[in-house]
Every structure is written in structure tokens, then in C-alpha cells.
């Protein structure tokens, strides 16, 4: 790992989106059931992450777009693409996230905020015929997230969450 003086960082809060053409940065983040993208360009080493919450708007109220929702900071990162002169499919693209912050709570399988988060990631990178190079998602826990814009090395540390005794809703089988 380079020393933290020969590099400029960049904490994303959850809807942020963060793209680099300096590849003296690093993009970080702290993801439960959100879900993180990475973008990097190997070339050009040109970088970028967001840090999604959902994966669509129920319905869209403003024209910007708004990096809280997984389609629409994927948006973000085409037209940053686009204004620096490059191509969207050269990026390499990675996923990360959609972790189980609360594994005692009850939950249907398809009503978990991270499986929707992660599963429309892939549908939407699917969609774009984008390959994603490398994942890390689901499980239960949180992840810290870094992309090393220099050498586009994608940093995980994942802390599975201690699990509690499951609860059940009133009139349930135990």
C-alpha cells in the first residue's frame, strides 16, 4: 500500500458519487445493505465509486440524477465517462455490498433492501452489457470499500455482524 501522504482521499457518504481523473486518489466507503460500484479505467487510470441506497426511484421528481439510487448513479458514471473522452465499456466494473445488517429480524427473501440492491446491480450492468470483473456481496455485515484509482486495486474488509437470536412475528410457528 502506497503512504498516506502521496495520495488524495475520498470518503463517500451513502448517495455520494465520486469520479477521478487524478489517479493520486483513493475512493473509500462504509457499506451495510447498500451497494458500491466501482468503475476503473486501466488505460487512463480514470476511477470512480458510488454508494447506492436503492436501486430505482419510484417515481422521478427532479431531473438531476441522484446517486441514492442504483440506476441512476450508474447514469452518473456513463456521462462522467462520456465528458472525459472515454469509452464505458473499458472500465472495468465492481460490486460490492448488500450485506444483512439485521440477520435475527424477519424478512421475507425478496423484501431484503441488499438482495434488491445487489440483484439490480447485476441486472442493470447486465443490461448494459458491462461484465463485472469482481463481486463481494450478500452475508451479513458491514464492508469498508477502497479503490486505489492508481492501480485500480479494489480494498474489502468485511466484518460479519455477531448473530442474534431470530424474531419471530406474533402468531408464528416456532
Known sequence: MRPADQYFEIFLQPGEFHFSSDPDTRIRTL??????MTMWHPTRR??????????ARVKRRRST??????????????????????????????????????????KAANTAIGVQNVTAGLDLLALHGQPVKAKHVGGK??????????????????????????????GEPA
Open 65 to 106: 440524477l441522484d446517486g441514492r439510487f442504483g440506476d441512476e448513479a450508474y447514469l452518473m458514471f456513463l456521462n462522467e465517462a462520456v465528458r472525459h473522452n472515454t469509452d464505458p465499456n473499458d472500465y472495468e466494473i465492481k460490486l460490492f455490498g448488500g450485506g444483512d445488517m439485521f440477520p435475527g429480524v424477519y
Open 31 to 36: 457499506l451495510g445493505s447498500c451497494v458500491a
Open 46 to 55: 480514470h476511477g470512480a465509486m458510488c454508494h447506492y441506497l436503492l436501486p
Open 141 to 170: 455485515g458491514h464492508r469498508v470499500v477502497m479503490l486505489d484509482v492508481w492501480d485500480g486495486s479494489v480494498w474489502v474488509k468485511h466484518q460479519p455482524r455477531v448473530v442474534m437470536p431470530t424474531l419471530q412475528r406474533k
